[in-house]
């Protein structure tokens, strides 16, 4: 063991981000521009804040700012729960007998239990600064619903969640996290809303998705005075925030000259991929450094590995503007048997555009292949991951075990975003051996295409 | 704001410690021996190593050394999780409009969500180093026995856990937790020991206790080759090992030269209390510095506040050894209502006396008081606490409101000892209006008291 890294690599204070990180300055092709889906023209300012804070609508279109100034009010209460360590898994590492160097960068230890809290807490504050009343989200795995429940408790703020029913009913506990917080939780599709309404009547043995609950809250928050609606994934002003991630990660290794040959992370929606990866993509757009990135996303909901390049809705319910993606159709809606987040049909248009440029790659992993990296993880490292992180995990425990085989001393990075306390059914049905390996058909894509608009983009 | 202390303080690995603090050596009056209920006479390191490994029953035993080496692999293993922050509670601080600085060691950022990981992995330790298949034990909140799962796994030790029923009912997901780290959990009182079919026939109803759990680990222990029983609080040696906490307080305090007037823990058993007091209490007893030390304990279980100090069984089956320490009665079951852990019927032996030399004090709280505080802390502070160590903060809020009102600037430092990640169900009552506060009754402690072994001490 090379003692001179410590287990853990903790930041001081001083060393913690003042700015988040604009990929997109760095970026030669641009995302493309949300568009109206009735005009089919790019969404205005005007436009976007009817629906988002204005403050959020300017970091959403600013394609050109490098570095953004995080507030002085946010920087605060990221000193409660942040720096996140950067961990060297010496345990791991012993065990797998790999000449890999594994590190991994845990944002689990804060109550929201994930990454979410980064933006959670950035979107309430902008929120609050406008004069508004509360918000409204939706919540696919409960991550992002609780830690918006606790940035609005810290601010006073109201705060309305539509979780993902099979979520709602298998973590009936999350629910309870998010009441303590003060939030009012409504298990998605429901009859608050006309979307959930009509989503109901046309499926009514639905599990949900994060398309459908996306559509109930952009509805709530419209149709509330002094309200707005916030998004926990896939928006560039999510992936700006969570660039804390990315940029502490960054820090950290430059402090011990660490240069990392790979980068991992999980992608749902892309929050947590986009923002751990952005500064070293950074060094990549400039060609000053090459990294191998890897995005890892379940074989059930397939968006990169299997889906299209296209502009879609961000929602079930079409309210949403359009957005140029990989998607698998506003319609498509993974098994029920899928545990945990990573339930979104499509991605980041940041990620996406990056993809598609051939600067990421992504890799598709079923899921008891993944539980069991999962409690071969938390066994040697004492971390019980959530189900979205241990993606990033199996991967990151393949590319160590070919380094086994071939020898190579890489370094390894990976993103753990978070523990999976409140993901114990799953853990049980892997423990009882239960656990299903769903992959969609193409005949099941087909009719998920099927239902994305058609738009010569 | 005084930003010259961060918001967490976190020591370098270097400096955590390498040795544990044995407070009994600094002791006028050392807590008395264990008794061999048979013979009425001190327990011999060849009995209590029948059922204790021989290690750590040098370690229970030892009245003397001040300082003992904590091995290198067990200071690997520490570094995997600690050290733990010490947390200025800026924010709480900063609500409460408080002159009072507040500090707290958290320890809840591992998977068994306690402290309890401090002397799970030394006791597991020990028993590998004698060779040894296996070892039995009891779980209340479900913490120690995750802990215990935890460095079984780590070490590949087989774990038999015992699991109080109220609990193992209101956490099914404990359960799983520590099933995904390979332990076998079996609720308690249950039919795979005599004792524990003696209970069952005798309180068909009983919803357990920490004393039966006991007795049915010790009994399972015994009757197994190769297997031996440990225990998450009570003991010396459970004690020295959670001076970890303490040490590296008073170093994160002593780094920058913070003197606490005040230092508030939990008391079940007292393993977190007394890992956190002790090397305070070292000062005050060589006459080096003075500190208030409060014990808080759950009305409904108040052994320090409302118990005797004597000589009692650490088991409801009475088949553990004799134990001068403040008790309510070794067939005191605490009633079902009140939530997690601190549900012990005794105390520790070092504490007690410590207690009974006016050395420290003791308060005991109510119920929903300590869920009021639980979430009045949570909404500022970012973290769930468990109800456990929520009895520590609802004390360190009235020390600090109390400050508020007399103007004093005075530095509280409390315990919190883990997370409520696993207490959803306790805190759904609380967020529904319908928790109980139970306070056991005069003539219910005397039914207590009176199963207590009549020795003139």
Chains 1, 2 share one sequence.
């Not at 409204?136 to 609005?152: H, V």
Request: overall charge negative; aromatic content about 10%; hydrophobic content about 35%.
């Amino acid at each position: 063991m090379n003692q001179e890294i410590p287990y853990k690599i903790y930041l001081e204070e001083s060393e913690m981000p003042k700015q988040w990180y604009n990929v997109r300055a760095d970026m030669k092709n641009k995302p493309a521009p949300l568009l109206n889906p009735a005009t089919l023209k790019p969404m205005t300012p005007e436009e976007l804040g009817q629906v988002f804070c204005a403050e959020l609508v300017k970091q959403e279109l600013d394609n050109d700012t490098a570095y953004i100034d995080i507030p002085e009010e946010i920087r605060s209460f990221y000193k409660m729960y942040r720096p996140s360590p950067l961990v060297r898994a010496y345990c791991l590492e012993e065990k797998l007998q790999t000449p890999a160097k594994i590190y991994y960068k845990f944002e689990g230890n804060n109550t929201s239990g994930s990454h979410k809290l980064n933006s959670a807490i950035a979107q309430a504050y902008y929120a609050k600064k406008q004069g508004l009343k509360g918000v409204t989200t939706e919540t696919g795995a409960g991550q992002w619903g609780t830690a918006l429940s606790m940035a609005c408790a810290y601010l006073g703020l109201d705060c309305q969640v539509y979780m993902v029913k099979c979520s709602y009913e298998q973590k009936p506990f999350r629910r309870e996290v998010m009441r303590t917080y003060g939030a009012a939780v409504t298990p998605s599709p429901s009859d608050t809303t006309q979307i959930g309404r009509k989503i109901l009547e046309e499926f009514p043995g639905t599990s949900g998705s994060l398309g459908c609950a996306i559509s109930e809250a952009v509805e709530r928050a419209t149709s509330l005075e002094g309200y707005r609606y916030v998004l926990g994934s896939v928006l560039n002003q999510v992936l700006l925030h969570q660039t804390v991630i990315g940029l502490e990660t960054k820090t950290a290794l430059d402090k011990y000259g660490i240069v990392p040959d790979m980068i991992i992370g999980c992608a749902g929606g892309g929050s947590n991929l986009g923002g751990l990866i952005s500064p070293f993509m950074g060094e990549k757009l400039r060609g000053e450094r090459d990294y191998q990135i890897i995005a890892v996303e379940p074989a059930s909901c397939p968006s990169f590995t299997r889906g299209r390049f296209a502009y879609d809705f961000c929602d079930t319910g079409k309210v949403t503007p359009l957005q140029k993606m990989y998607t698998l159709g506003n319609g498509f809606i993974p098994s029920a048997s899928h545990a945990g987040g990573l339930r979104y049909h499509g991605m980041s248009g940041i990620l996406s555009q990056l993809y598609h440029d051939g600067l990421m790659e992504a890799r598709s992993v079923g899921q008891t292949e993944v539980f069991a990296a999962a409690q071969e993880f938390a066994r040697v490292e004492g971390i019980l991951p959530a189900p979205e992180s241990a993606h990033a995990i199996k991967v990151a425990l393949d590319e160590a075990k070919k380094c086994k085989e071939t020898g190579e001393e890489k370094t390894i990075v990976f993103g753990l975003t978070g523990t999976g306390y409140f993901d114990m059914v799953a853990y049980q049905r892997f423990n009882d051996g239960q656990m299903e390996d769903y992959i969609p058909t193409d005949a099941e894509l087909e009719a998920g295409f099927a239902t994305m608009p058609e738009i010569e983009a």
